[in-house]
C-alpha cells in the first residue's frame, strides 16, 4: 500500500488521497454550498495521471459533480445484507479454521487465484494479511477454510463488528468452481454467524460480478447500498 494523506478544507470537508485515488466527505451542514465542488477540484489540482474517487450512495449531486467535471464511472460495487438464517438443520462443508502461522502462503496462493482480476483482493500480499490479522475484530475461528487432501481450495472469511457479520470475502480455486462449494461455504459461514448470535449478515460484491451476485440474492441477500468509483484521466 502506498502512502495516503489527508487534506481538509477548513472544518466542513475531509479527504484521503494516495496511488492516484482519492475519498472525501462533506459535512451534510455544509452541502449544497459548492464545498464539494470545491474539494473535487483540490484534489485533481494535486493529481497527475489517472484519478479514481469513489462516491458512496450513488446520490444525484454525486454524478451531477463527477460529469461536471469529467469523471466517468467505472464501478459499481454493491452492499448487500441478508437475515442470518436457521441453519442447524443445514448440512455444511467440513471447514476448519484458519491456522495463524501456517496458513498465509496457502491462503495468499489461493487468494491470489481466485481473485486474479480484481483490482484489490488479488494482490493482497503478506505485510498486509498480517495488518489485517491484527485488526480487533480478527477471529481465526471465524476464517474457515476448505482443503481437499493438503490443498486449500477454498475459503470463507468472515468479519464481526457488533451486531453486523460481514462475509469479509469469499474464494474458490478457479479449478473447482461450477461445483457448488461457494453456496457452501456461504452456508458454513451463516452457520458460524448464527453460532455467534448474528442476525444480520452483509457482504460486498462489484455490480458486474454476475454469477456471484446471483448466488447471492439466492441466498436472500437485497441491495442496502451503491458505491460507485468514478476514473478521471488527467
Known amino acids: 500500500m502506498g502512502k495516503r494523506q489527508a487534506l481538509m478544507l477548513g472544518e466542513v470537508a475531509a479527504a484521503?488521497?494516495?496511488d492516484g485515488a482519492a475519498e472525501f466527505v462533506v459535512l451534510p451542514s455544509a452541502r449544497g454550498q459548492g464545498?464539494?465542488?470545491k474539494m473535487l477540484e483540490t484534489i485533481i489540482e494535486g493529481t497527475a495521471g489517472e484519478l479514481r474517487i469513489w462516491a458512496?450512495?450513488?446520490h444525484p449531486a454525486?454524478?451531477?459533480l463527477a460529469a461536471s467535471h469529467g469523471l466517468e464511472p467505472v464501478r459499481t460495487l454493491l452492499q448487500l445484507r441478508a437475515p442470518v438464517p436457521a441453519v442447524e438443520s443445514?448440512?455444511?462443508l467440513a471447514t476448519e479454521h484458519f491456522r495463524p502461522g501456517r496458513d498465509e502462503d496457502a491462503w495468499l496462493a489461493l487468494n491470489a487465484m481466485a481473485f486474479a482480476s480484481h483490482p484489490e483482493q488479488g494482490s493482497v500480499n503478506r505485510a498486509e494479511l498480517d495488518q489485517?490479522?491484527?485488526e480487533s475484530w480478527f477471529d481465526s475461528d471465524d476464517f474457515l477454510v476448505l482443503h481437499d487432501g493438503d490443498?486449500?481450495?477454498g475459503y470463507c472469511w468472515l468479519k464481526v463488528d457488533g451486531e453486523l457479520g460481514e462475509f469479509y470475502v469469499v474464494g474458490v480455486d478457479p479449478g473447482r468452481q461450477r461445483q457448488g462449494l461457494g453456496r457452501q461455504l456461504m452456508d458454513a459461514g451463516f452457520a458460524r454467524l448464527a453460532e455467534r448470535g448474528i442476525r444480520t449478515a452483509s457482504l460486498y460484491v462489484e455490480a458486474d460480478n454476475a454469477p456471484a451476485v446471483s448466488l447471492y440474492r439466492s441466498l436472500g441477500f437485497v441491495e442496502h447500498s451503491i458505491d460507485i468509483q468514478y476514473l478521471l484521466r488527467l
Do not use: F, K, P, Y
Open 151 to 153: 490443498a486449500m481450495i
Open 62 to 64: 454525486a454524478r451531477a
Open 35 to 37: 464545498n464539494g465542488t
Open 90 to 92: 443445514v448440512e455444511t
Open 16 to 18: 484521503i488521497l494516495g
Open 132 to 134: 489485517l490479522m491484527s
Open 56 to 58: 458512496h450512495g450513488d
